[in-house]
């Protein structure tokens, strides 16, 4: 976002943040840096906060990148080291030919979280970023893990089999170069309310980084029913929060994920979309902070 932008944009959080309970973190934006992993993908992330501090690491979306937090940095704390990284396929990460099922996501993740030698890490993931981080969890034998959050996740995928065909053919018609078109209706399908317009152009700005051979990769590994086998796996807490105008994945997904995660519980978020992090930042780094404090 322009500096302008960011700024009014910052103190309207500020503002809100204070009546929430949550004080805003004074000081510079996140700081850049890249990974190689032993598979040999690089992957982009950013970090802030304390070196010492307990880690957080935050997953994004689909067609999103580390920017998907933008609004929720200032909100965290400097006593806590977060990294947003950024998931193959998207913004600065690399753009492999083939790897885009969720197990990919996960092993990429997981290389990431050896490669700092991150440990007693709280993962959240939005919702492609969320089914990367439930197979983090299932395969976490270094136990890295401490704590888990899923937002806008679901138990296999999108709700229903018709609306993930819709999401597949949708992915599937993407060319190069990516339709600024696609690229705002993509993002507006995942917000119920209105998002800060600085904000909202970097993130459809994120969706035309995705190169068209990533979105059909996606649109083919959309739905796994294995994996609601496997969510009896993670053992660490878990926080879930989900909007309930999202329209993507519904109440009966976090039933589902609430009855097969041993030590999960839900909240959720009245008159919220998908995007509920960019929609009620305030609201989501509230409840974020308050599960970090838990023990």
Known sequence: MPPRILRVVAV???????????VPRAGAEPASSV??????VTLHYVVQGD????????LHGAGDSWHSYDLVYPLLPASYRVYGVTLRGHGWSDHP???YAREDFAADITAFLAALDLKGVTLVGHSLGSFAAQVVAQNDSARRLKRLVLVGSGPGGPKDEKSREELRAWFA????????????DFQASTAYNPVPAGFFETMCAEVQRVPAHVWHALGATLGSAAAVERLSLIAVPTL???GDKDGIVTRADQDVLTSRIPKARLVAYANTGHALHWEK?????????????ER
Request: aromatic content about 8%; overall charge negative.
């Open 35 to 40: 990974v190689t992993l032993p598979s040999g």
């Open 240 to 242: 879930i929060l989900w």
């Open 281 to 293: 930042p305030v609201e989501f780094a509230r409840d974020l902070l308050a599960f970090l404090r």
């Open 97 to 99: 030919s083939s790897g």
């Open 51 to 58: 070196p010492a501090g307990e880690v957080v690491v935050l």
């Open 173 to 184: 018609a993407v060319k190069e170069p990516i339709d600024h078109v696609f690229a705002r």
């Open 12 to 22: 309207a959080l500020s503002v809100v943040a204070l009546l929430a309970g949550v």
